[in-house]
């Protein structure tokens, strides 16, 4: 048990959370690779151990081995060399939930090579500009009529781009996946001298939206693995050996969260339903019939299942709810701990790093709050002078002492760009601009992107405290509060809303949501413009794009 962990961790098992806070250790080598230390360590110590259990909507079903993870990404590996990819090249790759996808990441960390996860949204202009932001040398796509169309259209303006790899399909000019592996060795041997790969060197590079500008490719090393151990094992909670389902598209950070990185680590089963709609009723389904142990999905799905009726199916398995990618309202974590008897464990973080603040395991959840601090991160809420706040003020969320220790897990810069770098983590914190408080006892409150904090007649107004005080009430199931323009007030409340069943748009159910807010929180609080909506518009991630509907009010960022 815990093989692996015993390399890295000096100490597994902690009494207290102040125990794990204080003492909690991750020893970094100076050369880690996870498709060699990991996936391949797994295949030498348990050839038979189970590595991921693969459905999708078709009824297909695989199962892997480590052996066969291993095998498979020395295939890859071999086949990509062929082409012309080695260390520091950079691969995108846009593979939806393909169970290809953990053999491509694990080939191209063998190889020393960095991989680009990226979205099924993207358009021509987003991969241009990746491409060439990056110098991409190669595209692996799923056989998705989308994706390679924007693909193919990008090509002449993206000249990095020599080979174009579908998974899953065919179609003239590009190179198939089972074709180009089939026939390599399943051996390759691990890269020495310049070829081999220091734990320092760029692993993995996403790109994020930031609230103006083009995206910024943020940067991991190959360290970065061995910071998801906290993710996994210490909030998630996944246990070698028993399968572990994170809802997630593998073109976003959550898949880095929750699908392979900490979980491997741990010695987890992974198990992947590449769904071709999120429909809550199957989604439960699925959940019962494979009867899972550890459970992660966005607040936005919670949600939408608790629409269905959730009591009717038995999820007495899962020994551990965990939600992040949006603030958890209290009302949804006690609806939810009414049917199936157990709390949901929130986690907060970015793409810049992994979980910093969670509900770990010595912590009882309490409804609202996304957790304590994460150990090595010295997460403090600080003010705009750098200042620790007090308890129950607003403050900035940062990564503290990075001059001291420079945490694993957190990213190291943006690439290509030296000055967005150093501004970020050149000091001795590195500044997320979301603002959260803290109470007496530790537990810290998100309250809002500095950008979404609205300011309203001179009150300062968090978003999140007055969608919390929406989706309280039996009309709405999800909601986003943003600004609006307003010519006396400069900016006011607004409530984009989706109804629950049974419940239809009118002018008296505005009336009664706004009273309703008034009474919950603070009267100045409530939304003085509600809007009602089939959908809120959301990546596939599901995180809800503020952005996209403060840009459509004329809010511009």
Not at 299 to 320: G, H, K
Not at 370 to 381: E, F, H, R, Y
Not at 550 to 557: A, E, I, L, S, Y
Request: glycine share 8%; proline share 6%.
């Amino acid at each position: 048990m815990d093989h692996i962990l015993k390399k890295y961790l000096p100490r597994i098992e902690f009494d207290s959370y102040e125990d794990f806070r204080d003492n909690f250790r991750i020893d970094v080598p100076e050369a880690f690779n996870f498709g060699f230390d990991v996936v391949d360590e797994w295949a030498r110590v348990e050839p038979g151990k189970r590595a991921m259990l693969w459905i999708d909507d078709a009824g297909e079903e695989r199962t892997f081995t480590f052996t066969d993870i291993a095998k498979l990404s020395n295939q890859t590996a071999n086949a990509l060399r062929r082409l012309g990819i080695g260390k520091g090249d950079v691969v995108m790759c846009i593979l939806r939930r393909r169970w290809e996808y953990w053999v491509v990441a694990v080939a191209l960390a063998k190889l020393g090579a960095t991989i680009i996860p990226a979205s099924l949204q993207l358009t021509k202009k987003d991969i241009v500009y990746r491409a060439n932001s990056a110098d991409v040398k190669a595209m692996v796509c799923v056989a998705d009529e989308y994706v390679l169309g924007q693909v193919e259209e990008a090509l002449p303006d993206a000249p990095s781009i020599k080979d174009t790899i579908i998974v899953a399909g065919e179609r003239d000019g590009w190179l198939p996946f089972d074709e180009l592996i089939a026939g390599e060795s399943d051996e390759f041997a691990r890269p020495t001298g310049e070829d081999g790969v220091k734990s320092d060197d760029i692993m993995l590079i996403y790109f994020t939206s930031g609230t103006t500008g083009n995206p910024k490719a943020v940067m991991h090393n190959f360290a970065h693995p061995l910071g998801h151990i906290i993710t996994a094992k210490y909030w998630q909670q996944v246990r070698e050996d028993k399968l572990h389902m994170s809802v997630t598209d593998s073109g976003w950070a959550k898949f880095g969260w929750g699908k392979i990185y900490g979980q491997w680590l741990a010695g987890a089963s992974i198990f992947t339903y590449d769904m071709d709609k999120f429909v809550p009723a199957k989604l439960l389904q699925v959940m019962q019939d494979h009867a899972l142990t550890t459970f992660c999905a966005p607040p936005t799905m919670y949600r939408f299942m608790l629409q269905e009726d959730v009591a009717a199916y038995d999820l007495s398995s899962i020994e551990n709810f965990a939600t992040a990618g949006e603030p958890l309202n209290a009302e949804v974590t006690l609806a939810w701990e009414r049917l199936t008897g157990k709390k949901i464990r929130e986690g907060f973080g970015q793409t810049e790093g992994p979980v910093l603040l969670a509900t770990f395991p010595w912590i009882e959840p309490r409804p609202g709050s996304m957790g304590k601090p994460s150990p090595l991160l010295n997460v403090k809420l600080l003010d705009d002078e750098g200042a620790e706040v007090p308890e129950g003020e607003e403050g900035a969320i940062c990564v503290t002492g990075l001059r001291e220790a420079y945490p694993p897990g957190l990213f190291v810069g943006y690439y290509g760009n030296d000055e967005a770098t150093e501004e970020a983590v050149g000091g001795d914190h590195y500044n997320l601009h979301d603002m959260a408080w803290r109470d007496s006892d530790g537990y810290c409150f998100f309250v809002g992107r500095n950008d979404d904090v609205i300011k309203c007649s001179g009150y300062r107004i968090g978003p999140f405290e007055v969608e919390s005080a929406l989706v309280e009430h039996p009309a709405v199931v999800e909601c986003a509060v943003t600004a609006a323009p307003d010519p006396i007030r400069g900016k006011v409340v607004k409530a984009t809303i989706v109804l629950a069943k049974g419940y239809e748009p009118s002018d008296e159910l505005v009336r009664e949501l706004q009273e309703h807010v008034k009474r919950t929180t603070a009267p100045y609080k409530y939304p003085r413009i509600v809007e009602f909506t089939d959908e809120l518009p959301k990546t596939i991630g599901g995180k809800i794009k503020r952005k996209l509907i403060r840009t459509n009010d004329g809010v511009v960022d």
